[in-house]
């Protein structure tokens, strides 16, 4: 599987507050756009997508089960986390969840999921959000809501209600199609076509993200912006991390032994590393190495920390691969590499914006989150 991802602050935001996840192992791809002021919108983005990758990982239900009930636990995570704190946010969460040929799309927000295909795109949620209702009902054309001055005022996040309704359903994927999942601040600066022309004429899926979210900020960059792609045919090759020569010789040793010994492919399933993808650092199943032009990893967790973030000491090791003992340990390893300024800091009294109530929103009787964007 192809896949590539890349999320940037914007060229206005002081903070990112979108969140994504690709877990090509179990099928799992999302997107989440955070809201609420300062830093809870980073807060509820992360608790989310956190909640998503656990419910699918945990439960055996049908893909739609399973993604309803994932939306569920995502929902009640921001919630509680909201009425802990006494703030006020919410999320954004636009997910695929893939097996075989056929995809299952859950949606809450204005994040969006596109089908790209040779002859053109087609975006498959419809957005929660105040104008695109008007839109919908024909009170609005598709014109004037992209002017709109309410235009990023959502009538349905995570978080933000007691009750939560979900888009969930399913659809066969095409061969040769690709899929894109983004926030808006990608899609309200980069048009339908140019996500089409991008996406399928870019072969490589994080080359094709780069490219999408480098055109957003050329455009000013208003907000955060976050590409997923994906493409279910094959990634092209990716040069594994050097190893130091006497390293890859005990490696090699202890390869040979291990497969004779245990089985070459139990040891490999249970080996994890942490290594670059794309400028940014991935946890890896396998170990770092080709045997006969085979590739002994895979690709498992592309994480949103960049390897020039890391500390210094950690960043030449990361192009060689440092090894952890599971998932678990891989994310605890991330925590102590990541640069100082990137940990997590005491936030300081919070200063949201004002709740909006939109007058709109009365007079057709719509039901609005009320979230500072």
């Not at 949620?125 to 002017?147: C, I, K, M, P």
């Not at 080359?207 to 094959?234: C, E, F, M, Y």
């Not at 002994?296 to 592309?302: D, G, K, Q």
Request: glycine residues 8%; hydrophobic residues 45%.
């Amino acid at each position: 599987m192809n896949v590539g991802a890349c999320t940037d602050k914007g060229k206005v935001r002081d903070l990112n507050e979108d969140a994504f996840v690709a877990r090509p192992d179990v099928g799992l791809f999302a997107v989440a756009d955070g809201m609420g002021g300062y830093a809870a919108g980073e807060v509820a983005s992360r608790l989310a997508i956190e909640a998503l990758v656990h419910v699918v990982e945990q439960a055996h239900a049908a893909p739609e089960a399973r993604l309803r009930e994932a939306f569920e636990a995502a929902h009640r995570a921001v919630r509680d986390e909201a009425q802990r704190n006494g703030a006020s946010m919410g999320t954004t969460l636009t997910a695929v969840l893939m097996q075989g040929h056929q995809i299952t799309v859950g949606h809450v927000g204005d994040s969006r999921a596109y089908l790209v295909q040779a002859d053109g795109v087609t975006q498959l949620t419809d957005d929660h959000s105040l104008v695109a209702q008007l839109v919908r009902e024909g009170y609005l054309t598709e014109e004037q809501a992209a002017r709109h001055p309410q235009k990023n005022i959502l009538t349905q996040a995570l978080g933000s209600t007691e009750a939560l309704s979900v888009d969930v359903f399913s659809l066969p994927l095409p061969p040769d199609a690709a899929l894109l999942l983004c926030s808006d601040g990608l899609s309200n600066m980069v048009t339908s076509a140019e996500i089409a022309k991008i996406v399928h004429h870019t072969v490589d899926a994080q080359h094709a993200a780069q490219r999408l979210v480098d055109l957003a900020n050329r455009r000013g960059g208003p907000d955060n912006i976050t590409a997923l792609v994906i493409k279910p045919s094959a990634a092209p090759a990716r040069r594994s991390p050097p190893l130091r020569a006497p390293f890859l010789a005990l490696l090699v040793i202890s390869l040979l032994l291990g497969a004779a010994a245990l089985g070459g492919q139990w040891y490999l399933e249970r080996s994890f590393y942490l290594g670059e993808w794309g400028g940014r650092v991935a946890i890896y199943r396998g170990v770092p190495l080709k045997i006969g032009g085979v590739s002994l990893s895979y690709l498992e967790v592309i994480t949103t920390l960049r390897v020039q973030d890391v500390l210094p000491a950690y960043q030449q090791r990361i192009q060689e691969g440092i090894f952890v003992k599971d998932l678990s340990d891989a994310f605890q390893r991330l925590k102590v590499i990541a640069a100082p300024q990137l940990k997590p800091k005491p936030k300081p009294p919070a200063q949201q914006k004002p709740p909006v109530t939109p007058k709109e929103a009365e007079g057709h009787g719509l039901p609005v989150s009320t979230l500072a964007r």
